[in-house]
Each structure stands twice: as structure tokens, then as C-alpha cells.
């Protein structure tokens, strides 16, 4: 007994006398504590750079971690490349091209190759690029990049697996009205981008039983060759090397026009309310514009002007507005994106019980008009800079990551020096700047609201009295009924005699 007692006698003086010297270091206060600043050089592109005989673009990172190999391929062309009345032909091909075999494997010999190797094979066809990838050990890798080039070179577009695709995509479009979400995005992107442009154009079942193997031989033929690629690959392999491996594998493969970048939309937003009706019982609601190019000099103050406003989580003005002080919707807040090739879009989007819908969008106009009439504070300001400068090093955390940087980058020629002056550009962002931005580009006037939901008791507003949606016919005019549509066809619906008319927001060119 005596020798446990003098043991934790011991313990216990040790434990004490390590606290008091932890407790001596230790700053009082956690605001006290002093972190020395964050050094972080982003990688440079050419570094990882090198151009094939042929003239493809390779960007190559190889490690030593594992025995394993990366290899992506990507294209320039996708939904972009589709026919007006075949939306859906690329994703379809990309589809069919890794499940429908080759010229020279069926479709199932291909999978027990690729199991037998314990090779990861996709083929994607996407908006504006495609991409194909294997994820392989190193002592198959030769193997798998031939299964996949064959693939692309080759498709064999089976029969029965392309009968089962378009039975599989027909059971999804059927379902497409049961989500209030489904139907917000599809009408947005009517709203935003018109019916006749790729970001918003939506598969039918007519175009869908339409599609043949010709039509996706020819989309595959447009995207997947060299003279319209980039390739990138990491992993456990020998740089040295590996251009004379990637050479061997596209020898013979003819090589052909790169795909041009994508057209801008010429339909323009029409500001207003529109709503579509849906029997249930919150409303979904989008607000936003257009907003502006990537390269414009105003990218960085309306950055950081969204995440004070709304892109910053807990932190922003409209989640502490619309959920915090008035708990009208679990998640609220506002999301921005610059356009590589043509402008993007502003949007503020929530979910509330229908009575509190334009309770919620009357305060979210209100942080609108905040923005623009008053400076934001210092605290703000820094925290949301520092959500930007604290987390860059992120964007280069991952191999396949730091792959995709440079890979989008080269595609949609990306400025030179844009990663190296970021966080310097960031850091400039002024007061000033963010009221300038908002008051140039936020204006209530020219926003566009959707809203899904129950109109009817949507538009009376909440029982207090504090906000109905005929409050915002001064600024928009009546709402506009957009129309429920087939789900197969997506026609219009025919509505009740009772029903307010549908009509459609006027198209202009833009």
C-alpha cells in the first residue's frame, strides 16, 4: 500500500509541477494567443508543365506515397456541344462510353479486365469539358491506360447497355417535379440563362428516345482526341519516362480541331416575381442577377462583399438575419460566381414556412440596401478576408486538386500571376471598395425572384403583418405565374379556369 501511495505521491508532484510550468506560458486569454504568420508559396503551373511530340499539354506530379497512378484526360466541349433538341447527348455518350464496351471488348470483358486489375475507370461528359480518368496500381498502369484509350477511340456503344441508359434517364425525368429544388433550378435557369443555352437546356423524353449511337460516335469523335486535350497524372511513376509512355499510347490516334470555348447566352434577365405552384408547405426562394466575368477588376471586392453578405455562413448578415434573429429558415445565404467565359450569376436563396416567405425576402432586401448605403465594419472585413487568405493553401492541398487548378486554368487562360497576387488582392479589398461593388452591381431594382411553393398563402404574408409579397409589386410589378411543366415533355401544363394565366418572362438579346 505504502508503494502505491509514494507512486502517486510522485505522479501527482509531477503533474502539478508540469502545470505550473505549462501555466506560466500559457497567455491568460485565448484572444491573447499569437500564431506567427502563415507562409505559403502557391505552386507554379510550369513547374509541373511539359508538352508532348504532338502538342499535348501534360501536367505531371509524381510521388512516391503509394504504388498507385492518377491519370485524367480532359476535353474542351460537353452539354455546350449539344443540339437543341438532343439535351443530354453528351452526358449520354460519356455514359455509354465507359459502359458500352469497344470496338475490339465487349462491355463486360472490359469490366473483368478492370476488376481483375483493380482499375478505377470513368468517362464523363460535363457543361463545357469532358474528362476521362483511370485510377490504377503502378504495375497495371500500361494495361489500364490501353483499356482506356481504346474506350475512347473505340467506343462500342452497346445495344443493351444503351437500352438500359435511356430506360434509367427516362425514370429520372419522371421525377423531376417532385422536388420543389428540381423545379427551382430548371425554371432559374430559364430565368437566368433562357431556354436555348446550355447551362439551362433539360433532356426530354422525345430528344431522349431520339438519341442514337451515330449521333453520340460523332459527339465523341468532336471531344475525345488529342488536338483537344489536356492530361494530368500523379502518382508513383518516373517523369523521365512517362512522356515516352503517354507518346506510345496515342501513337496513331488522329488528332483533330479543338473544341471551341463556349457561346455567351443572348437571352437577358428580366427583372420580377415569378412563382410556380407547388402544393406544399414551405416555400423555396432564389433572388439574384447576373453577375460579372472572372477577369473583370471588380472580382475581388464583390468576392468579399458575398462573404460578409451571405456567403459566410454563420457569419454572414443574411443567416444571422433570416435564421439567427428571426428563425424564419434553417439555411439561408448568398453564393456568387465569376464567369470564365461569359458572366456569372448572384443569387440569394432560402426555404421558410410559406406565411414568413416574404418576411424573409423583405429582410434579405433590407441587408441588400445595407450594403450599399453603409460601410461595413472592420471586424467584418477582417473576418472575412481571412476566410479566403487562411484557407488558400487548401486549394493546392490535394495532388488531384492542384491537377484540376492547372488544368481549368489552362483551358480557360487564366491570367498569369492570378494565384500569386490573390491573397495580396484579397487583402486590398477596402470598405469603400465592397459599398462601390454593391451599390454598382447589388441593385434591388434589377433582381429576379423565383419562388416555389403554395402562392396562395405565400402572398398574404405572415399573420403578425410585417411583409406580404404584394409589397414588392411597386418595385416588380404583379407576379408572374410560370407554368407547371410535364416533367417527360417539359410543356406547359394546362391549369384550372381558376388559376392565374401563366405567362413566360419576355427573351432579349443580349
Known sequence: ??????????????????????????????????YPPLTFTPPKASEYRTTLSDGTTVFMLPTREFPLINLTITCMGGADLDPADRAGLASMTGAMMRSGGSDTMSADQVNENLEFMATNLSIRGGDWNSSASIDCLKSNFDASLAILIDLLKNPGFDEAKFKIAKGDAMEGLKQRNDDAASISAREWGY?????????????????LEALTDDEMEDMAAKIFHPGNMIISIYGDFDPKTMPATLEKALAGWAKGPKVAP???P????????????KDIPQGKVTIGLRSIQRENPDFYAYT???????????SSRVMQRVRSDEGLAYSAGTGFRAGAFYPGIFRAAY???SPTVALAAKLIFEEFDRMRTTLVSASELETAKNSFIETFPS????????LGVFVSDEWTNRPAGYWENYREKIRAVTPQDIQMVAQKYLVPSNMTILVVGKWSDISKGDAQGRATMEQFNEKFGPAIQLPMRDPISLKPI?????????????????
Open 1 to 34: 500500500m505504502n508503494i502505491i501511495k509514494n507512486s502517486l505521491t510522485i505522479i501527482l508532484t509531477a503533474s502539478f509541477a508540469t502545470s505550473a510550468f505549462a501555466g506560466a506560458t500559457i497567455p491568460p486569454r485565448p484572444e491573447t494567443i499569437t
Open 266 to 277: 443572348t437571352h437577358q434577365m428580366k427583372p420580377g416575381v415569378y412563382f410556380v405552384e
Open 395 to 402: 486549394t493546392f492541398a490535394s495532388k488531384a486538386g492542384m
Open 191 to 207: 430565368l437566368a440563362y433562357g431556354e436555348d443555352h446550355f447551362e439551362s437546356r433539360q433532356p426530354t423524353g422525345a430528344g
Open 494 to 510: 394546362a391549369t384550372s379556369a381558376s388559376a392565374q394565366p401563366a405567362a413566360q418572362p419576355a427573351a432579349t438579346g443580349g
Open 262 to 264: 463556349p457561346t455567351a
Open 351 to 353: 426555404e421558410s414556412k
Open 304 to 314: 468579399v462583399m458575398n462573404e460578409i453578405l451571405g456567403g459566410g455562413g454563420f
